[in-house]
């Protein structure tokens, strides 16, 4: 089953893509579960499923696509989780190295991603992303998978030029993060660690590897995780990126307003976006009184 988050008519709803558009959740379930967050946290999965059958109510066409949860509680992602990545930037740490995004540094498939204006080094990074489908702490590795609700794509824009000693100011400017189109729910991947991942940029293909090459699985990542910070329901853990990034090209490869960028995870989904500039925007003064 996939599952997506999007706008219909101005409204924000969330649904199952199918091969003939999306049967509206929101219209059967919202009463109940208002957005797919909600459904996780309810754990009803399982009343979704049970819709599935149903004739789609909506063509893809007519509706935009969100982020796949909108407003996560925690967005943490890993870094230099691949080994071509890790020999790219020269990273010996055994240690998972991890960082945080904000909800409002994302955007959903098919909407603009927004170069940052002060950055001339905006890089591609597609990742696999985790959704936690079921709350806990201190989870163990052997029970991490069964917390997960399903997986995703993601495109980890970048600011290289503004990560200085950490990663939080380059990962967090307005909408840089693309994530979609939909989850995969977890039955159709029972196993995270065999799919083929992929980047295009204006249609040549930059990133090639597989989610077998990643250093930290992700029950070892949901543990370690779960050890200093609870997870809940709708929590995205980004799994990290395989090398080919732009960066460490020559010379190097960013991204520029108009280029469209591409990640395609096997049995997942194909997620794409345009790049644009960032407009300026002007912050009003407070009033004098």
């Known amino acids: 089953m996939k599952l997506a988050s999007y706008l219909y008519q101005g409204r924000k709803s969330y649904g199952i893509a199918t091969d003939n558009g999306m049967i509206d959740l929101g219209r059967h379930l919202g009463k109940r579960y208002p957005d797919l967050k909600a459904l996780l946290a309810g754990n009803a999965l399982s009343q979704a499923q049970e819709l599935a059958a149903l004739p789609a109510d909506l063509n893809f066409a007519d509706i935009t696509f969100l982020p796949v949860i909108q407003n996560p509680e925690k967005i943490l992602c890993v870094g230099m989780n691949y080994a071509e990545k890790r020999k790219e930037f020269d990273q010996h740490n055994p240690a998972p190295t991890l960082f945080v995004r904000f909800a409002d540094s994302q955007t959903g498939h098919a909407s603009p991603i927004i170069k940052p204006n002060r950055s001339v080094e905006f890089d591609y990074e597609g990742e696999l992303a985790v959704v936690i489908g079921s709350a806990g702490e201190n989870i163990a590795r052997e029970d991490a998978l069964s917390h997960v609700a399903g997986y995703s794509c993601y495109m980890d824009g970048s600011a290289r030029d503004w990560q200085h000693t950490w990663f939080t100011a380059g990962k967090n400017w307005r909408q840089t993060g693309a994530f979609g189109p939909w989850m995969t729910t977890a039955d159709e991947i029972p196993d995270p660690h065999t799919l083929a991942i992929r980047t295009w940029l204006n249609g040549n ?48 490869l960013f991204m520029k307003p108009g280029d469209r960028i591409e990640v395609e995870i096997e049995k997942i989904g194909h997620l794409s976006n345009i790049i644009v500039a960032q407009e300026r925007r002007e912050i009003p003064a407070p009033a004098v009184h």
């Open 205 to 252: 293909m930059v990133q090639e590897d597989n989610t077998r090459s990643m250093i930290h699985k992700v029950a070892e990542l949901i543990e370690y995780i779960s050890t200093f910070t609870s997870l809940h329901a709708g929590d995205v853990i980004i799994t990290g990126s395989p090398g080919g990034v732009g960066k460490k090209r020559v010379p190097p």
